[in-house]
């Protein structure tokens, strides 16, 4: 967290109209003495960006069962072009020009006003809660081969919350020791990996690559698969006011996670479909486990295995990382009670991380499937939204400073927001009406709940810490 120094808090409708608010980092001078905390470097920031986004190739067994092997190892190469790169740039735009925690919320508030930056904290939220219920289950997807128990029943709900309460501790403990921790888990589960490909060198045939059938693609699932792990790029912006020098840190950041999460896809897809014979039915979440068992043995699949699980952990606890701060930036803007903003000894926010956890509890019992397509209707709301407001703020405060600005002048932010609309749109179309019907009940709760805390507020039946008349940042008119 940051706060502009005292003589500069101001509104952030000055700021954007007369080009001189100010951001201080946090540590430089800040109320509630937050230089006892430490702030995240560059490594262990792209190791969590890595992780809001991929944590390896854990999940992206169903994109060769949907459209088989070239259309896989297409579709990341593409949709990484189309969409993972457009909003990697708009992240590293908006992050260095509001470096604060609360991201995303901020950006949609300052050019759309409190009411959709709400509904778009709401949204990224909810959609945050739903990608985290999904590591447990692959969590345990991938030891129930090991561990036939594990497959249902109590000995799975045990496991699944045993595992949250374990992995919420670590992040309770602080975003240091998350950083750190998502290193290590990052090395160890992308070795094996490595070691599984260059086993796989002799038993090679590209043309298992050029495998394709248009007639059987089951397109729903291919392009929501593609989408699940190519997304969350702007995830981390929620916690940029515990980034040292974020202005610098965060672009550089975002590219080296973009290179590392295209090659822990690519290379483990491609050793996967050239080097065994293609059975499209057997590519399910896990299988890799199976192929290593194939090329190296019972000891290679065991460390895959373990490499699994180990990601899952990264991966739960970067995105509790990433909703829990959202809260805290949400509640010091007095979008939610000012309890949320409080934060434990570690420097940690424990409302926030409190709320994570039990979204992920209740919601632990849908499928892998069901998780997967809810999770990306919420979340493509939420990305509209952004762009919407990054387009905004380019025309109407052209000379807000932007410590990184995408190149190409405003025609170019424009151009660069159609591709990824255009999925956005796809992916809306292909989902199921179950899904829609619980994505639009979710937006409607939203859409409720926001004049419900407005009202609490105005009887003051909780503290807020600020308006959004007279905070830290209140928010240019529409």
């Known amino acids: 967290m940051k706060h502009r120094t005292s003589p500069a808090r101001q509104s952030s409708a000055k700021m954007l109209e007369n080009n001189v608010g100010e951001y201080v ?3 430089e001078e800040s109320s509630h003495d937050l230089h006892k905390y430490n702030k995240v470097s560059i490594v262990p920031l792209v190791f969590l960006i890595f992780y809001e986004v991929s944590g390896g190739p854990f999940g992206v067994e169903d994109s ?7 259309l896989a190892l297409l579709g990341f190469l593409v949709f990484a072009l189309i969409w993972s790169v457009p909003e990697a740039l708009i992240t590293a735009e908006m992050g260095t020009m509001f470096p604060e925690n609360g991201g995303y919320v901020v950006w949609v508030s300052s050019a759309l006003g409190p009411f959709w930056g709400f509904q778009q904290g709401w949204m990224k939220w909810l959609s945050g809660v739903i990608d985290n219920a999904l590591y447990p289950v692959l969590f345990l997807d991938y030891l129930k081969s090991a561990i036939p128990a594990l497959e249902s029943g109590l000995p799975r709900t045990i ?51 050029l495998i394709v059938d248009l007639g059987t693609v089951n397109w729903s699932l291919y392009l929501n698969t593609l989408f699940w792990n190519l997304n969350y790029w702007d995830s981390i912006s929620t916690l940029t006011g515990e980034v040292e020098n974020p202005s610098k840190t965060l672009p550089k950041a975002l590219s080296y996670a973009l290179i ?4 822990g896809y690519i290379f483990p897809l491609l050793t996967g479909t ?21 090329l190296g043995g019972v000891w290679l699949r065991t460390w895959v295995l373990a490499a699994a ?7 739960f606890v970067a995105e509790m990382s990433s909703d829990s701060f959202q809260l805290l930036g949400m509640a010091e803007i007095g979008m939610l009670p000012s309890f949320f903003a409080k934060r434990s000894h570690y420097g940690t926010p424990l409302m926030g991380i409190l709320f994570s956890a039990s979204g992920v509890i209740l919601l632990s019992w849908l499928s892998f499937q069901e998780i997967v397509a809810a999770e990306n209707y919420l979340y493509c709301f939420g990305m509209i939204m952004e762009f919407i407001a990054f387009v905004k703020l380019r025309f109407q405060h052209p000379n807000l400073p932007r410590p990184y600005k995408i190149p190409f002048g405003n025609i170019g932010a424009i151009l660069i927001c159609i591709p990824p609309t255009v999925l956005i749109l796809v992916v809306l179309a292909l989902a199921s009406l179950k899904i829609m019907a619980i994505s639009i009940a979710a937006v409607v709760v939203g859409l409720v709940l926001q004049p419900c805390v407005e009202y609490m507020k105005n009887k003051r039946w909780y503290d807020f810490s600020g308006s959004f008349d007279n905070p830290d940042c209140q928010y240019a008119s529409v």
């Open 309 to 315: 699980a180990l990601s899952n952990m990264g991966m």
């Open 159 to 209: 496991a699944v919350l045993v595992l949250t309460a374990i992995l919420t501790y670590l992040n309770y403990r602080g975003l240091t020791i998350v950083g750190w921790v998502a290193i290590l888990l990052g090395v160890f589960s992308l070795l094996p990996f490595i070691v599984m490909g260059l086993i796989a060198i002799p038993d090679i045939e590209p043309s298992r690559w």
């Open 25 to 27: 980092g946090m540590g």
């Open 274 to 294: 050239g080097a065994i014979p293609v059975d499209r039915e057997l590519w399910s979440d896990g299988y890799f486990a199976d192929i290593a068992k194939i």
């Open 64 to 70: 060769v069962q949907a459209a088989g092997p070239l």
């Open 260 to 263: 590392m999460v295209l090659l």
